[in-house]
């Protein structure tokens, strides 16, 4: 099957300054991924990368097995919600939906006509007068009207109230089963990624720091707790991903596929948004231990 995007070394430089370095990732098609990160990560520089607006500096990606932005064939299968949902501010949703008409070959009108209705917009009310809510619903309805294979969302729900942005991931999560696409979305918050996402992308630093499908990361994710022990002291296919320690206790999560069977940790599972905490924090753990081993 092909993948949704596949990158290889990926990078991108801004002048001298790295926003995203060695991205090596293929998320397959058919999921909905969830890429989580801190502000400034790189999360709007990578979906730039897939959607052909920015070029690479360094390594290459793919998008549907197709060069990004190459050609109306691969336009046509990629749909993209910026950040800010740009709308024209003095053209009415009837207007915004001729356009999507005019410049989407697969265009579903019914689709987008239904969905104004549902969302109780009229057609003749103009953008610029929409809410924020309504501004992001009627931005994703153009994105999901173009009927696209991958639609790409750039912190959709980021100036959203938590109703409206529950709304909106309901209305992305009824599309989506409808009618079978893959999804790509960013956000710097965990809880928009609970219940919606199957696929994990954690970006931090202008580095992936773990992707995978949802449930397995979530298999391979321990925290273990138990008397304070050094890091040297774990076996070496148990990773540290996160470390704390008091005087006598040590609090570790670990990535491993092996059963953990030593009787002095108590062993408990991980929830998303504990894998997620966990390695946001795990650039300063690495920094930290390339200090200390530092003469
Ligand atoms: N056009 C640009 N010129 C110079 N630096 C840029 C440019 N765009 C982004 N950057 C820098 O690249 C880094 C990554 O930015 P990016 O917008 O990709 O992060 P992000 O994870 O999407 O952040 P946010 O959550 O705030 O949107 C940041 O340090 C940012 O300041």
């Known amino acids: 099957m092909t993948s949704a995007l596949q990158a290889q070394g990926l990078g991108k430089k801004y002048g001298k300054r790295w926003a995203l370095r060695d991205c090596t990732i293929e998320i397959p098609a058919g999921h909905v991924a969830g890429m989580v990160g801190p502000n400034g990560a790189g999360k709007t520089t990578l979906l730039k990368l897939a959607t052909g607006q920015l070029e690479p500096t360094s390594g290459g990606l793919t998008v549907l097995g197709g060069r990004p932005g190459a050609g109306p064939a691969q336009l046509a299968k990629v749909g993209f919600v910026a950040q800010d949902t740009p709308l024209y501010g003095a053209l009415s949703i009837a207007d915004h939906l001729r356009l999507g008409a005019g410049l989407n070959p697969r265009w579903d009108a019914a689709l987008a006509r239904e969905r104004v209705a549902q969302l109780g917009l009229e057609l003749s009310h103009r953008a610029g007068k929409l809410s924020g809510g309504q501004r992001a619903q009627l931005a994703l309805t153009l994105g999901l009207a173009k009927r696209p294979e991958l639609l790409i969302l750039d912190e959709p729900v980021a100036s959203l109230d938590p109703l409206a942005r529950r709304e909106f991931m309901q209305g992305l999560m009824e599309a989506v089963a409808a009618h079978e696409f893959s999804v790509l979305f960013s956000s710097h918050l965990v809880s928009d990624l609970e219940r919606t996402c199957d696929y994990l992308i954690v970006l931090v630093d202008s580095r992936v720091q773990v992707v995978g499908e949802v449930d397995k ?40 596929d092996a059963p953990i069977l030593d009787p002095a940790w108590t062993v408990s599972t991980l929830t998303l948004e504990d894998l997620v905490l966990a390695y946001m924090s795990k650039p300063a753990l690495d920094r930290q231990a390339a200090l200390e081993v530092r003469p």
């Open 217 to 256: 990361l979530l298999a391979t994710h321990h925290r273990l707790t138990g008397p304070r022990r050094d890091p040297d002291r774990l076996p070496a296919d148990q990773h540290v991903v996160s470390a704390r320690h008091t005087d006598r206790q040590s609090t570790y999560v670990v990535r491993t």
